[in-house]
């Protein structure tokens, strides 16, 4: 009896020391179901068809299964898939052009609620049950979603195309990646007010950002091109990273990736202390910066001679998980890479696929 009230009383220390450790903004769900143990793949499709879809890589047998959407609930996903987002044992799927989120349970995937009332919608993040959609419409907005009913309860003016939100520190970071305009800013909306209380002058158009091991902020600012009506380009800025503290959104550092080369797509590493950068129309490869570092790399970590349409880092093992479009008829394919940048493995997706999401 003595040895069972040890085992347990050190279980229940673990189980604190655990959650005390976490500085999620949400609880984390692990459910057990088909779709318990893999990464989706979020499959934009061709524009202007209703061709969206999700392939599902099941880490147990090392497959693909293609449109689990369209498998499990009998009709298509819809048009334009830009991002998914995770949270509260849930997939909360952004379509584009569509105009909506489609709701499912990460155990089975099977369609729950969908949140309508968008225009062209782009990304989410959620704090506190409640959902913050960014999206192009209305020239650049974020919808905030009470996630109990899943309506929309409030719109904030943002900045121009606003792309990722990210929850730091009490606060909802939004890139304000300038659609086909240009914008400089990320916007700082505190979640108790659901409303802008300040704006953080970065580089020309924002579009995602990671959290380090020190709480800093890492951005990836695209840099602007502007086109004559033949689109030769007449003005064209540089590419950087850009780095906030996290304690005071005070710009640390600044990096000028490239003057002619703009990758789009930024994660980080298991461990937090490596960003990755690259992904776009242009840009070869995927490049590896340690935090600590006071320069850019000079080579890429992951020197294919692709051009990805996106990728994500698996936050369990650090694998990297490239995507490629072919073209945006047909097949796409996923490359899985070990945190050095080896190939291990080559999977068929579908058309167009731009990110990789885990539990």
């Known amino acids: 009896m003595k ?25 984390v769900y692990r459910p057990a ?27 147990a047998i090392d497959t693909i299964q293609d449109s689990i959407f369209s498998t499990v609930n009998h009709h298509l996903l819809g048009q334009v898939l830009q991002s998914m987002h995770i949270a509260y044992g849930k997939a909360y799927m952004v379509l584009n052009l569509s105009d909506k989120v489609e709701i499912v349970t990460l155990k089975d995937f099977k369609e729950t609620a969908v949140i309508t009332g968008l225009s062209s919608p782009r990304y989410m993040t959620t704090f506190n049950n409640k959902g913050y959609i960014t999206q192009w419409g209305e020239n650049g907005v974020v919808k905030v979603v009470d996630l109990n009913s899943n309506t929309i309860t409030k719109t904030i003016k943002v900045g121009m195309g606003p792309e990722q939100p990210l929850y730091v520190n009490g606060s909802i970071l939004v890139c304000n990646g300038g659609a086909y305009d240009l914008d400089s800013t ?13 704006t953080i002058e970065v580089g020309h158009n924002p579009k995602e950002m990671v959290i380090d091991k020190n709480n800093d902020i890492w951005i990836l600012c ?8 033949n689109f030769n380009i007449i003005l064209e800025t540089p590419s950087k990273l850009v780095k906030l503290s996290g304690r005071t959104f005070q710009k640390t550092g600044e990096f000028i990736i490239s003057p002619t080369q703009h990758p789009q797509n930024l994660d980080i590493s298991r461990d937090k202390a490596t960003v990755y950068y690259g992904a776009a129309f242009g ?41 490629e479009a072919p073209t945006f008829t047909g ?29």
């Open 222 to 229: 695209y840099g602007y091109i502007k086109y004559d009506i």
């Open 283 to 323: 840009f070869i490869g995927i490049y590896a910066m340690p935090i600590a570092s006071s320069y850019l790399p000079t080579d890429p970590l992951i020197d294919s001679g692709k051009m990805f349409y996106g990728f994500n880092v698996n936050p369990d093992n650090g694998d990297i998980y490239a995507l």
């Open 33 to 59: 179901g088909p779709y318990s143990n893999g990464a989706f793949i979020t499959n934009e499709g061709t524009f202007g068809m209703d061709n969206a879809s999700v392939s599902f890589l099941d880490f």
């Open 186 to 198: 990320v916007s700082v909306i505190n979640p108790v007010k659901d409303e802008v209380v300040g």
């Open 3 to 27: 040895k069972k009230f040890v085992i347990v009383v050190w279980a229940l220390l673990v189980l604190c020391f655990v959650n005390s450790c976490r500085k999620d903004s949400e609880p």
């Open 331 to 359: 097949p796409g394919l996923l490359y899985r890479y070990n945190p050095q940048g080896k190939l291990l493995k080559q999977y068929t997706v579908g058309i167009a696929p731009n990110g990789a999401y885990f539990k």
